[in-house]
């Protein structure tokens, strides 16, 4: 099965495309495909505990609903370094299943068998 790349750049600011973002990496991973969510931009402050705590729309799921069910679908995070560096939070922790890495761990983890991407 292809694997799937979530590429997600928004954060709270734009909390519809954070929430399209999320379900399609939730169905992705609940489905059974490896997937990760790489994020950069304003998006790497989701990663830091307590701060994706929004509802984007009447309907919509709560974001911390879907982290939860992406993690238990085995879902993995990266989160740009350069971004958490020029932001000024090296030193914040990360959520569970976070880790820091940039392009080449990204491709490293893809392979040569490629991905199905989504950017948001």
Same mark, same amino acid.
């Given at each position: 099965?292809?694997? @799937?790349?979530?590429?997600?750049?928004? /954060?709270?600011?734009?909390? !519809?495309?954070?929430?399209?973002?999320?379900?399609? #990496?939730? =169905?992705?991973?609940?489905?059974?495909?490896?997937?990760?969510?790489?994020?950069?931009?304003?998006?790497?402050?989701?990663?830091?505990?307590?701060? @994706?705590?929004?509802?984007?729309?009447? /309907?919509?799921?709560?974001? !911390?609903?879907?982290?939860?069910?992406?993690?238990? #679908?085995? =879902?993995?995070?990266?989160?740009?370094?350069?971004?958490?560096?020029?932001?000024?939070?090296?030193?914040?922790?990360?959520?569970?299943?976070?880790?820091?890495?940039?392009?080449?761990?990204?491709?490293?983890?893809?392979?040569?068998?490629?991905?199905?991407?989504?950017?948001?």
């Amino acid at each position: 099965m292809t694997k @799937a790349v979530i590429s997600l750049r928004t /954060g709270l600011e734009d909390t !519809e495309s954070v929430t399209v973002a999320f379900l399609v #990496a939730v =169905g992705a991973a609940e489905s059974g495909r490896q997937t990760l969510m790489f994020l950069a931009k304003e998006a790497v402050r989701l990663m830091l505990p307590g701060v @994706a705590t929004a509802t984007a729309c009447r /309907g919509c799921p709560p974001l !911390e609903q879907l982290i939860e069910r992406y993690r238990a #679908a085995g =879902g993995i995070y990266l989160v740009c370094p350069i971004c958490v560096d020029a932001k000024g939070l090296m030193d914040a922790p990360l959520i569970e299943g976070a880790t820091k890495g940039g392009t080449v761990q990204m491709w490293e983890w893809i392979g040569a068998e490629g991905a199905t991407t989504f950017s948001y």
